[in-house]
């Protein structure tokens, strides 16, 4: 059967580590409905280099097994953690040396890694993405950039894969993630039926919807990451030319039965308030 190790460690959210095993029980659900064999099932443990409990950042205590140096995973999945500022987000990296070394030996022995949103800095610390395709959460790029400029990093994908490792962007983007690991080791007819149970929408598979976001704060950037055919580059447009008034494209497109903001706010303008001020913490 596929085994799972889940790394928790203090600070990492709740709904993301809970929620792929979440996943993958119901997609265990869905193997038995087909009479699957039981090598077919899933298998997973929640797992941290010292064993301890881990504390989540909504102070929900996760209890894990230590690191067994000669034990074998399929998988292995980096959920995302909580950005407290740059320096105590330094400092977090910084003592991720076990987990990094564990990472990379399950990786060369042969298992799929995935992370996800600011866990895939935790896997690219490793230096397993160098020269390889990534993506991260969308507000996080300057700084995944300064850190690991050998990462062939595109902002425009949700989820990336190369050499079994799978990326994935901003913290919710989980959800696609697992589904997308569900079709790679059960087959597509359990992930689709996995992804319709949990009202999981795996068409969201570009962030070009935060592409003014991104825009604005670096053009350049966001229009190279539309070229790849016509109606990304349509979207592209939309994106990078309306950067300077977002809010009349948006109305333009929204149905008569559409919330409205306030005069003067923007999506776009809140979100990216947003990111910068954890950004630059």
């Keep these: 059967m596929p085994r799972a190790a889940i790394l928790a460690f203090d600070g990492c ?45 909504n102070g929900l205590p996760l209890p894990t097994h230590k690191l067994g140096p000669r034990e074998r995973y399929d998988l292995v999945f980096v959920p995302s953690f909580h950005y407290g500022g740059h320096r105590q987000f330094d400092q977090f990296l910084e003592r991720q040396a076990d987990a990094c070394a564990w990472l990379t030996a399950q990786w060369r022995a042969g298992a799929w890694v995935a992370a996800n949103c600011t866990g895939t800095f935790i ?5 397993l993405l160098d020269g390889r395709t990534a993506t991260t959460t969308w507000w996080m790029e300057r700084q995944f950039r300064a850190k690991f400029p050998r990462v062939d990093l595109q902002l425009r994908p949700v989820v990336t894969e190369m050499d079994r490792l799978i990326c ?28 319709k149970a949990m009202l999981i929408d795996v068409s969201q598979t570009s962030q070009i919807p935060y592409l003014p976001l991104l825009a604005q704060k670096n053009p350049t950037l966001a229009a190279r990451q539309y070229d790849e055919g016509p109606q990304d580059h349509r979207a592209c447009r939309r994106a990078c030319g309306q950067r300077q008034n977002a809010d009349p494209a948006l109305s333009q497109r929204a149905g008569p039965n559409a919330t409205r903001l306030p005069s003067g706010s923007s999506p776009g303008g809140s979100a990216r308030a947003a990111g910068d001020q954890f950004a630059q913490r």
Excluded: K
Excluded at 123 to 127: D, I, K, P, R, V
Excluded at 170 to 190: C, D, H, K, M, N
């Design 13 to 57: 959210y709740a709904s993301s580590v809970a929620g792929f095993a979440d996943i993958l029980q119901i997609a265990n659900s869905h193997l038995r409905l087909d009479r699957a064999p039981a090598s077919a099932l899933f298998d997973w443990r929640f797992v941290s280099p010292s064993g301890e409990t881990a504390m989540a950042s």
């Design 123 to 127: 896997l690219a610390q490793t230096g």
């Design 168 to 195: 994935a962007g901003a913290s919710a983007s989980y959800l696609i993630q697992t589904v997308y690991i569900v079709e790679r080791f059960a087959g597509p007819a359990i992930a689709s039926q996995c992804a």
